[in-house]
């Protein structure tokens, strides 16, 4: 509205706007009067003259003002008699707001805390050689400095941040925030609420399956998934299958009992059951159709983008497998840097193997906020390799059968899949690392490996199954190698931090679990697609069993998890206790976001990674 500037009318509304202006800035609520008292025409024209000079929100009065020619004067319209003006409850909402924090925070600390028992390992062996203790001082065969470890212990003892400072590291590398699991969450549960199942002990049968099925992984990692066929032919594949169908601890999927080649390398779950003791589960849909989740594949559709998940893998050559020199080895556990690298291929490809695996679970794309993009679009009617698969909200979606309303970005729409999606990940890290660091503290693969190869080669006694001494692969691995270490993937080996449970598959398991509570789990996947196996820089259609999306979800957790296992920095339970613990921290969370919403909600239902249904 523009006003003449030598006019009365105007000097006198420039005064009362800078007035109401400074009204404004008061830390009130808007008075009645302001809406619905009878005021001054003049008084009232002023407020109006606030509201434009204001850039309050166009339209509000766009009913009862209108501009009349030959005059910069608004007129003031009477409205209808039926006219109510807006308004709203501001003290009603501010305290609801109050209301559900405080209930969620009380429902939450309500909440016991269970037994966080251990496999008593670190307290059995006083040389400390089934604790993780890479990053600190050792000596030649490996063995902690007890000086450098009893540093640690104390920082971890002390809730001190100071006492951090003093940990004695033996190389330039440092620990991965052992302070972070003690920030407090203002959503979900406390890390020391949720537990886990006690690991293997160090000299266990299954121990010595977990290491067995890893070092498989590797010698395997250049075949394709392709090959791992019931009716394959390829002798690598078949030996392997093999050597775990001899091991009476190896817990992963089996088919009647056997290890089967088609289930080889797929995702499972433990959970602690009613007893004290561990449950496996095969994750539903994990075992049903290719190794690779649809949602590593199809083309990301991003509003008016799209890309295409072509990866950068690394070149299948004996210069990436890392320490299998016993130096090189040594020198990591130290804390030191070997100062080698990754020799990549320089054509990018889809994922097909149990390489590609590792390097896209050593540096993940941003998989699950692409795993909701392809979800929310749909499919292109025109190429059945582009565009999303379309799939419908949960169908406890409030809006599914509103008649008036649309979800959006603020409640149950796109934006707010994205949000969660981003939200539960260093909440599910928070409570992974807290295991790691103040619970369990397991030693790596990669430790492991050196226990083993000391064995062999110096003559230690280290209480290693003979389960691993009566196997093929460390033949295998000393005719490639000349030496028995695990070979590695990453030039650093395992993050500087426990191995139990899995940080990334921790995440997994969360940012799955949100998924599946938001979006129709039992929708079937159109269009499913592989790899073309002569060609791998090229999608095909995929022809077998129907693809669901919490099946290809599921699979997407288990293929990243697992992907640390294919790299050699992680065993089959760290995978498989962090989608479990992964999922609770998720549902958790969920719990307090359903206190929030206004809209008429029955709760989040979806399958559990052990295949039972639950609403929150």
Known sequence: MQLDPNSHQGSEQDTQVNSEIDKLKQPRVASKRFFGSRTSRRSFLGRAGLFSA??????????????????????????PA???PATFNYSNFRNRAFQVRTRAARVNSEIFIPPHPTNGDEAKYANKIATDTRGLPHNKLGEVDLKAYQSFINALNSDDPNEYEKIILGGKRKLVQPLGPLAVSLSGLNPTQLTIPVPPTLDSAEQAAEFLEIAWQQLLQDVPFSEFRNNTTNPLILAAVQDLNRLSAFKGPKQNGRVTPELLFRGTAIYVNGSGGTTYYTLPGVDVGPYVSQFLLRSVPAGTQSYVQLNRVPLAIPENSFQTNYNEWLLVQNGGDSGRTIKFDSTRRYFIN?????????TPPPVYANAALILLAKPAIDNFLAGGVGSPYNPGNPYNNSKTQASGSATFGPGYSQSLIAWVAPHAIRAAYWQKYYVHRRLRAEAYGGLVHNNKVNKTNYPIHPDVFNSEVLDRFFSKNKSYLLPQAFPEGAPFHSSYPGGASVSAGASVTILKALFDESYVIPNPVVADPKDPTKLIPYQGPLLTV?????KLAANIGLGRDSAGIHWRT???????????????????????????????????????KITI
Do not use: C, M, W, Y
């Open 354 to 362: 149990g390489r590609d695996q590792s390097e896209i679970a050593h």
């Open 54 to 79: 204001a850039s309050v929100v166009a339209g509000v009065f766009s009913s009862s003002l209108s501009l009349k020619k030959g005059g910069n004067v608004v007129q003031a319209q009477r409205p």
């Open 574 to 612: 760290d995978a498989a206790a962090s989608l479990a613990l992964g999922e609770a921290i998720a549902i958790s969370i969920l719990r307090d976001e359903k206190l929030t919403f206004r809209e008429k909600f029955a709760g989040f239902t979806f399958t559990k990674f052990d295949g039972t």
């Open 550 to 554: 919490g099946g290809e979800l599921n």
């Open 82 to 84: 039926t006219f109510t």
